[in-house]
């Protein structure tokens, strides 16, 4: 029966690593959406959302199941509820991408970010990405130190949200009021998948340590 429990115990956690695979393939299709205008993949993404949120709720239930039934202790009952959270940050990273795929698909057959910002927001997809893989790698390994770098890494996502706000702001703006509003959003977006992905790092601090850290 205890071979039975751990083995739950590491499928959840598997689970959470190929779901934050999942996940982070949907906003890199959703970058390739909104900058390329492809209205094929920004409709993939909105209609995968659903299946990735069942997914989650699966592993959810699961986890639900082991608390309930094995009422875990220790670092094991540490497992279960960090799981649980970063359960909560997958599906609003999720959400974000079809979100992301939502302002691509009302601005199409045009891009929805102007040339001249291209170049700020794909920096910020490519930092969203590489948070998102460190917290898969973060999650898998028990990476208390890896945690900590990624902390660093959402202080270069609030730069570069800085950086559009301030193109957007410029008095040399002449794309207009809705590309601005869709940017700003945009932006936020971006961030949030920077801070879910912290978020999850943080998680497993909690789990290896029993402390929760300090919000940056």
């Known amino acids: 029966m205890r071979d039975q429990y751990y083995e739950q115990l590491d499928r959840i956690v598997e689970d959470l690593v190929s779901l934050t695979t999942t996940v982070r393939r949907a906003v890199a299709e ?29 592993v959810e239930e699961r986890a639900f199941v082991v608390l309930a039934t094995q009422q875990p202790v220790a670092s094991d009952l540490r497992q279960v509820v960090a799981a649980l959270r970063m359960l909560a940050d997958l599906q609003r990273m999720n959400a974000l991408a079809v979100h992301v795929s939502k302002v691509a698909r009302r601005r199409m057959p045009e891009s929805a970010v102007p040339l001249a910002v291209q170049p700020t927001i794909r920096s910020m997809a490519s930092v969203a990405d590489s948070m998102i893989d460190q917290a898969s790698r973060i999650v898998a390994n028990r990476d208390v ?32 009021l809705e590309p601005a509003i869709d940017l700003a959003l945009l932006g936020r977006y971006y961030e949030r998948l920077g801070d879910h992905a912290v978020n999850m790092a943080r998680r497993v601090v909690f789990l290896v340590t029993g402390e929760l850290p300090v919000s940056g």
Do not use: C, K, Q, Y
């Open 30 to 58: 959703s970058t390739t959406a909104l900058l390329d205008a492809d209205t094929t993949i920004a409709e993939r993404v909105i209609d995968s959302g659903r299946d990735v949120d069942e997914l989650i709720d699966e």
């Open 145 to 176: 130190t890896a945690a900590a770098r990624l902390e660093l890494e959402d202080d270069t996502m609030d730069r570069l949200r800085t950086e559009l706000f301030r193109i957007v702001l410029d008095d040399s703006w002449d794309h207009g």
